[in-house]
């Protein structure tokens, strides 16, 4: 009792250790520790929209001395923590930046109508935000847009042409003719986005190939900036002559790095800023870097940006450690201590024969054989969830499950059910494996588990010590994974509400929950249950023993997470290996925005290996499939309802 007491203590400490750290690295560098102030914003649109956003005010920005600005547009799916790594590093060097979530990602609602001429996404109410400062420069305003945010960019450049003086797009398509301001642009070598649309079929063949250069050195593209086409040379300074008779600079950039991963990749980084320091005419250069040097001058600028992942990385990790710490603790406690049930007899299929070898394989390459067909499917609205009325399929299925609607102002109908985002594309997925997972169970089970014994106890279905079913013990089941996820969640709330932020790790991102996705919850709750719960089933055939001890809990979590995830993980590292070497997307994701759910397998991977870690330790301990499924698909609807880009809210 003492060895768990302690290990509890140890665990606890090292938590509020970490969560110093945290505080520490978040709170600090984005601060620039006590020289820029950091500010949450809940601004309201012209519409009464909220628009939900961050204020970077550095303290050498006053009335007396204003500073130019920076507004930065996300990209599609994401929340404005992906470019919180621009934010602080422009911040710390004197810009004042305004970071947030535009029209209809994250925590800023869909638009209810359009005040602009220019649909700039939110981005009118940023600028008349902008506006009304003292301490802002306001004919020196540079505008970033990543992605699909860059549309949106260059958008808001054009409506207040006259007070932009830098236009930034980074990964998103290179402008033939940006307009009457300083013009950058970054590009990877690797970028998947751009990739994408270069592909060239080759008729002697029958192959396709990629050429990146296609993406930004178009005769068009090449003459807006006084050059023959194909001639444009990344690093190097162009300067063309505007419209207005003045002389703007064009300059690309072409760093190695991929799509989504350009805020990690420290590289891109310096390029970025560089390019944000020569954009606006030397401000912000605290390095003294030569400015004049076009292909090694980034290599001089210093970054900080790594600090806050550690950070955002370091929370990620407390909050695990506290729902594995409070599911260790509750199920001893009087309240919860029911949920324990008798030692069961575990059974499965011989272990090394040939049989086991089989369900072992197809348990590791069903997953990510399965992922393209499934993304595919949501593509098309194939299932109801995706938000896709327009195909025949979606639908019909749409009227036959789902009676509830309400209709727009421009009478198109909807329903709360009907949510849409990229978090329904890994639902489709994993419904689609759910069912095959189960159509192995049940092989498993009339070939070879029903004549050794196994049985709806074995399996994990009992409530109770008795065959009585006992609805209380799935109530309190649902009760205890409540409290698991919840301890997790209130601790991400603790720290948010210092940091002012969720976290952003690579592509994996998490959130406070929005009161407005309330309906989200339930849906999501539903939809999930079938993937935790056959994927728990299927590894039953390879009769993975819980013995009782801490040390066979651990290898079997570590064996079904690796078995769940390894083949998924895998078929990752291959995509990203694929992408990074040959400068090539992985044949059939080439089509619509396949390509950007390649690279969304990693965080796709992390959150599915938390779920099913917590799924098999609480089920090994309770000897029941309920507490653990409970707690998993809670955490389920957390991180899919943290997704940036939900853009069907229910609206109260």
């Excluded at 649109?45 to 005010?57: C, P």
């Excluded at 040097?293 to 980034?298: A, I, K, P, R």
């Excluded at 929370?315 to 009087?334: D, H, P, Q």
């Excluded at 109530?475 to 709330?493: E, P, Q």
Aim: proline content about 3%; overall charge neutral; hydrophobic content about 45%.
């Amino acid at each position: 009792m003492k060895k768990k007491c302690s290990a509890t203590v140890i665990t606890a400490i090292a938590i509020v250790i970490a969560m110093i750290l945290t505080f520490l690295f978040v709170i600090g560098t984005d601060t620039a520790w006590g020289k820029v102030r950091v500010e949450k914003m809940v601004l309201s649109s012209a519409d009464g929209d909220v628009v939900n956003a961050m204020l970077y005010k550095p303290r050498t920005a006053t009335a007396e001395n204003p500073a130019p600005a920076v507004v930065l547009y996300h990209g599609g799916n994401d929340m404005l923590e992906h470019t919180g790594t621009y934010a602080l590093e422009l911040a710390r060097r004197g810009f004042v930046v305004i970071n947030f979530d535009y029209q209809g990602s994250h925590d800023s609602d869909y638009a209810t109508a359009e005040s602009v001429g220019e649909k700039t996404f939110c981005g009118d109410t940023i600028y008349n935000t902008l506006s009304s400062y003292n301490f802002v420069q306001q004919d020196n305003i540079a505008v970033f847009g990543h992605s699909m945010g860059g549309g949106y960019a260059s958008r808001f450049a054009a409506a207040y042409a006259e007070h932009i003086h830098l236009l930034f797009h980074l990964g998103s398509a290179v402008t033939a003719n940006p307009g009457d301001f300083n013009y950058v642009t970054v590009v990877g070598d690797s970028d998947e986005s751009a990739l994408k649309r270069t592909t060239v079929l080759d008729e002697a063949t029958g192959k396709t190939t990629q050429d990146i250069h296609k993406y930004y050195n178009s005769a068009a593209i090449a003459e807006a900036w006084g050059e023959p086409e194909g001639s444009i040379i990344p690093s190097k300074q162009y300067h063309v002559t505007g419209t207005d008779g003045n002389e703007y600079l064009r300059v690309f950039y072409f760093p190695s790095a991929i799509h989504a991963y350009y805020n990690v990749t420290d590289s891109a980084v310096k390029q970025i800023i560089f390019g944000f320091i020569l954009g606006m005419d030397g401000f912000g250069n605290i390095d003294n870097v030569d400015l004049t040097d076009e292909v090694n001058g980034y290599k001089g600028i210093s970054t900080v940006w790594k600090l806050k992942d550690i950070g955002w990385l370091l929370e990620y990790l407390e909050i695990c450690a506290l729902m594995f710490l409070v599911a260790t603790r509750l199920i001893k406690t009087a309240s919860f201590k029911s949920l324990e049930l008798p030692a069961i007899k575990s059974y499965g299929i011989k272990k090394k024969s040939w049989a086991w070898f089989l369900f072992l394989a197809l348990l590791l390459v069903l997953p990510p054989l399965l992922y393209l067909p499934g993304i595919k499917a949501a593509e098309i609205g194939l299932f109801p969830i995706a938000y896709n009325t327009t195909n025949p399929v979606s639908k019909i299925a749409t009227e036959a499950l789902i009676k509830t609607k309400w209709t727009d102002a421009a009478g198109n109908a909807h329903s709360i059910w009907l949510i849409g985002g990229t978090s329904n594309v890994y639902v489709e997925w994993q419904w689609l494996t759910a069912a095959v997972m189960l159509v192995l169970f049940l092989v498993y089970y009339f070939i070879w588990g029903r004549k050794a014994g196994e049985n709806y106890r074995s399996l994990g279905f009992a409530t109770s010590e008795t065959k009585k079913f006992s609805i209380g013990y799935i109530f309190k089941a649902l009760l205890f994974g409540i409290c698991v996820v919840g301890s997790g969640y209130l601790l991400m709330a603790f720290i948010g509400k210092f940091t002012q932020q969720g976290l952003h790790i690579n592509t994996l991102q998490m959130s406070n929950l929005s009161r407005k996705r309330l309906m989200c919850w339930p849906v999501y709750f539903v939809y999930l249950i079938p993937y935790f719960l056959c994927t728990h089933l299927a590894t039953k055939s390879l009769g993975i023993k819980y013995d009782g001890t801490t040390k066979n809990l651990v290898l079997n979590v570590l064996k079904t997470t690796a078995i769940c995830i390894g083949g998924l993980l895998c078929f990752y590292i291959i995509f990203a290996l694929q992408l990074k070497l040959t400068h090539t997307v992985m044949e059939g994701f080439r089509t619509g925005i396949l390509y950007a759910y390649g690279l969304a397998i990693l965080p796709l991977t992390i959150g599915i290996t938390v779920g099913n870690a917590l799924n098999v330790y609480i089920s090994s301990k309770t000897r029941s499939i309920w507490p653990g499924l409970f707690t998993a698909v809670l955490w389920g609807v957390w991180t899919l309802c943290s997704a940036g880009g939900m853009t069907n809210n229910l609206i109260f």
